[in-house]
């Protein structure tokens, strides 16, 4: 399980792939943020994702998520949303 390992770096600002499996609409990714806010992850997360379906950017702000990206990265927007993230 990767939560403990999450814990155990304790990053101050977590990029997460919402598309890391085959499973539809980032359910995987979904369940990863679920879990890192249910066990006391308080750190920034910002999420990125192939879909450009709005549903899953709101489900991920609902978990916590202050920025969802689309892919290909911006590096630029990044860049300037790690910025302001780690303020």
């Known amino acids: 399980e990767v939560v403990p390992q ?3 770096q304790a990053p101050v ?3 997460v792939n919402l598309d890391s499996t085959s ?3 980032g359910e995987e ?4 943020l679920q879990k ?11 999420a990125y994702t192939e ?10 702000v609902q ?8 892919k290909p990265l ?3 927007l990044l860049k300037q949303i790690l910025g302001r993230v780690a303020r």
């Open 6 to 8: 999450i814990h155990a």
């Open 13 to 15: 600002i977590l990029l």
């Open 23 to 25: 499973e539809p609409a």
């Open 29 to 32: 990714g979904m369940s990863l």
């Open 36 to 46: 890192l806010r249910q066990s006391g992850y308080a750190g920034k997360i910002i």
């Open 51 to 60: 879909r450009p379906d709005r549903s899953v950017a709101v489900r991920a």
């Open 63 to 70: 978990h916590g998520v202050s920025d969802v990206l689309s």
């Open 74 to 76: 911006d590096l630029m």
